[in-house]
């Protein structure tokens, strides 16, 4: 997974330089911060020399069985290499002059810094590249040669053009989506599709707001399936460190969208005409010392209806959220039906909310984070990074969260995604806690 910060002034530098984004980082702080810097002074010195446009780039590389590290990249014109060389030299504190060889149109540079570890580098047509990682300088050597920098990439145009004029600070985010979350569709779609989201900073919590024109069948859930919800922290236990919200327009519709290409049985017709209001997944933590965990779904029938053991039974519906052989429910005395695939998942999760152990409760830092959210939205993510960022989202998750949704590295503390939809664009923001 990669992120990529776009900057397109100073003023986005001092505000990432004077927030707390570092801290939702903590394995690529010390390159960040060290290229955050190096960046704002290069503003300084090179302003002139700037166009006004987006200039400067910081990549997050988060590589499976790699060291974390970052890249990047700052335009500061077609004159200024040996400045540059000058400057970088200053900043590393070192008395080396940097190794430089010429590969076609580019110059490539090393400094050895005093600690013994190199920093690597090169310019090519007024702009400069800078990381410690050997293996990402090549790699972006190779894009720039063959024009497949992110500047050439369509989708990454696109959305650019998503943001607005006076945003100082852009969040970059992308990664190859498998929908079958949200359909069973055969036709699903697994493109990889660069979103634009801007970064803005309040007291203790950080803002990643935007917008994207979803593929499908994502595009169809929002629009069609989907409806708008209203986000209740008093439904989800306390102990949920992990939980999505659909919001329901007709259970009949969307019960099909899961079903495309199952044999339905009757049981299951019976249970699609049974819903309304909306759909909850929990992921809950069984015990405090380890992450042995349930997943409990919550439905809201229209009635009581006596034939919902047999429907629950023989859903293949509900086993295709489940993933287990047996389902069990319980039903509650105001209609909430919660079902799972362990007894005691049910009967626990029940008891919470009955005892008022709820986020709204005993979450006071992630209800909150609900009172931000809008209040028609039509779908809503929402966790514990603390736990996300150290065991990952959920098995069920992988390769299936839209592209707006932060990765697990990213997370510090609680956070929230909303998406709503406005005709086929759709509206996904999150909101970090620090």
Known sequence: MTLLIGVKDKEGLYELSQNNFGNYISENRTIYDTLLTISIQLKEIFQADLPNKENAFICLHNRMNHSPSATLWHYVGNNNFKKILLFLQKKFETSFKPVVQELNDFKIFQYSLPNGQFFFGFFHNGTICLTQDYHILRQSIHSFSDNKSIEHNLSFQQASATIGKSVHTILYNTNAVDYELYTNNNNQSKNKQWIAQELSFDKNKTWITGMIIPEQPLETLINKITNGCEPDPYIFSSRTYFGIRYGIKELKSFWKQFSNGKNLTST?????????????????????????????????????????????????????????????????????????????????????????????????????????????????????????????????????LPGCMPPNFLLSNYFITEMASEGKVVYCNTIMSE
């Open 268 to 400: 299951d017709s019976i249970l699609m005409e049974t819903g309304r209001g909306s759909f909850n997944i929990a992921w809950n933590i069984v015990t405090d010392s380890t992450l042995q965990t349930n997943k409990v779904i919550t439905l809201y029938p229209k009635d009581s209806i006596p034939q919902i053991p047999s429907i629950l039974t023989n859903s293949n519906l509900l086993n295709y959220f489940l993933d287990g052989d047996s389902i069990y429910f319980s039903l509650s005395e105001d209609n909430r039906l919660y079902i799972s695939n362990t007894f005691d998942a049910t009967q626990h999760y029940a008891q919470d909310i009955k005892n008022g152990n709820t986020i709204a409760l005993k979450q006071k830092t992630l209800s909150q984070l609900f009172s931000q959210v809008g209040g028609n939205v039509n779908l809503l993510f929402f966790g514990n990074g603390v736990l996300l960022k150290k065991h990952g989202y959920p098995s069920l998750m992988k390769n299936r």
